[in-house]
């Protein structure tokens, strides 16, 4: 690919502090310098296209031929080494529905949909209640705890592992193995290998005695796929399921407890948390950036002449606040979800994953705030760190305070 030459159009490393203490002032920055699509490097030098503009970014995201989700179509595989960084994220012959395309893909997501439109709703919030009080339960009677750590990024993956048909015992392993994973640190690879060994098991126990679970629905309706292919589906289903949504809870919790619009539902209202909730998907969504697309052919796009085989990264927290379609940055959102949080067109969430993921949110939210109604922010709201990613927005931890209560049991 090639980029101009001018100081001011010199591509911008897709790193860094700034993508952690202020993405929003680097995105207008981008957008002032480069336009709807500006160039950027990954690790390693590694070029590609970040499209900042909500009409490029739907245009993209509306043309699976021309930007396709095909990695093999990468014009810098031939420079990219077996130890690069983000080979997790932007892999190459990967078996899951993350890179398959045309009516491949079509039938894959269908087999998804159909497994998760059959959740019984209130089913999934008797499992979010309960799963939610038994974390609170553990925290309630210190007076102070980490809401990230202690609460938010162990709610998620302990539904979404019910929901599956692992047992509830599995449940506290799986978050442990998927956070190590997450994390990328010395458990990364342990984490990795446990969570693909349990959804294995998981696979072959629900051949021989299929239940009422997600798991056992997939196996029934996998139009000729694969086991293999089934359960690389159901581990993205896993990581895409947990991390955002945990960061969804933190992020909207955190929107609450800072900005005084919120005020009302720490003393029990319930109409703001869904506003609070549907905010941070338009002005602090956990998903930030994503890989990627790769172009069919040469074509151009947001004024740049993209070479084909350009990697075209996906930026959604700049879309949502490209000034050309919010005029007006400052209002509520309200009810408005024309934002790309869940992504759009064939590759998006599928509409009965975003439903499980909103209700586990809102459901882990509602818990918190009936259970410790007087809680408050531990630090300065300025001392709030963020993960220093510049592909997922989460914070590194959220410390509050509040009135000691006794543990509910299972009373509740």
Not at 103 to 125: G, N, Q, T, Y
Request: hydrophobic share 40%; aromatic share 6%.
């Amino acid at each position: 690919m090639t980029c101009p030459a001018a100081p001011e159009h010199q591509p911008v490393y897709l790193g860094g502090p700034r993508f952690q203490t202020d993405p929003a002032e680097l995105y207008r920055e981008m957008r002032r310098d480069h336009g709807a699509v500006a160039p950027v490097v990954l690790d390693g030098d590694v070029p590609a296209w970040l499209v900042l503009g909500y009409r490029e970014l739907h245009q993209v995201t509306s043309d699976p031929v021309l930007f396709s989700r095909d990695s093999e179509l990468w014009n810098q595989w031939d420079r990219i080494p077996a130890d690069w960084p983000l080979l997790p994220m932007i892999g190459r012959r990967q078996p899951s529905i993350l890179y398959t395309v045309g009516e491949r893909h079509r039938e894959r997501a269908a087999v998804i949909s159909e497994a998760l439109e059959a959740v019984d709703p209130f089913e999934l919030k008797g499992h979010a209640e309960r799963f939610a009080d038994e974390l609170i339960d553990e925290l309630c009677g210190k007076g102070s705890c980490d809401i990230v750590g202690e609460y938010a990024m162990l709610l998620p993956l302990r539904v979404l592992a019910r929901l599956y048909g692992f047992s509830d015992a599995q449940g506290p392993g799986l978050v442990r193995a998927m956070n190590d994973m997450i994390n990328g640190r010395e458990g990364a690879l342990a984490g990795q290998q446990h969570l693909a060994e349990s959804m294995f098991a998981l696979l072959s126990a629900k051949l021989a005695e299929p239940g009422t679970d997600v798991v056992s629905r997939m196996l029934a309706n996998r139009s000729g796929f694969t086991v293999e292919e089934v359960a690389q589906d159901l581990m993205v289903m896993m990581a895409a399921g947990h991390q955002p949504t945990a960061d969804w809870i933190g992020n909207s919790l955190r929107l609450m407890l800072t900005d005084d619009r919120f005020a009302a539902s720490l003393a029990g209202g319930r109409h703001s948390v869904g506003e609070a909730m549907n905010e941070v998907l338009w002005e602090d969504t956990p998903t930030q950036n994503v890989a990627g697309r790769w172009t069919s052919r040469d074509t151009h796009l947001g004024g740049q002449r993209i070479a084909g085989g350009d990697l075209v990264l996906l930026g959604i927290g700049a879309a949502n606040a490209d000034p050309h379609v919010r005029t007006d940055a400052g209002e509520l959102t309200g009810g408005n979800n024309a934002f790309f949080s869940f992504g759009h067109g064939e590759h998006r969430c599928p509409f009965p994953a975003q439903e499980v993921a909103e209700v586990i949110a809102r459901t882990g939210i509602e818990v918190l705030l009936d259970r410790l109604p007087d809680v408050d922010l531990a630090v300065p709201a300025g001392d709030l760190a963020r993960r220093p990613s510049p592909w997922l927005r989460g914070l590194t931890a959220l410390p509050v305070t509040y009135t000691p209560t006794p543990a509910l049991g299972a009373t509740r």
